[in-house]
């Protein structure tokens, strides 16, 4: 999980589980934010039109993750989108 200190900003991927974090670069001690939650349903917009409604394909793009719905996974496959 990505966090960013409240005090100098300082940002870092911690697998702390503590209630607590500490940040490695002033010390601070801040409480470990709620992770980001993203529910994938029926009205999440496709990652690259942004329609919403659709019907969607899990994916990864050059390995970052992605939900696109089936138009866009058409366009990707024949190389019309980068
Ligand atoms: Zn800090
Ligand atoms: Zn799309």
């Known amino acids: 999980m990505i966090v ?3 005090w100098c ?3 870092w991927n911690t697998r702390s589980r503590m209630r607590q974090i500490t940040c490695p ?3 601070g001690k801040f409480p470990q934010p709620a992770p980001a939650v993203r529910l994938l349903n029926d009205i999440e917009p496709c990652d690259l039109c942004g329609h919403e409604g659709l019907e969607y394909h899990v994916c990864r793009i050059d390995g970052d993750a992605a939900i696109v719905c ?3 996974l058409g366009k990707i496959a024949n ?3 980068k």
């Open 4 to 6: 960013t200190c409240p």
């Open 9 to 11: 900003g300082y940002e």
């Open 25 to 27: 670069d002033c010390h």
């Open 70 to 72: 089936s138009a866009c």
């Open 79 to 81: 190389g019309e989108v």
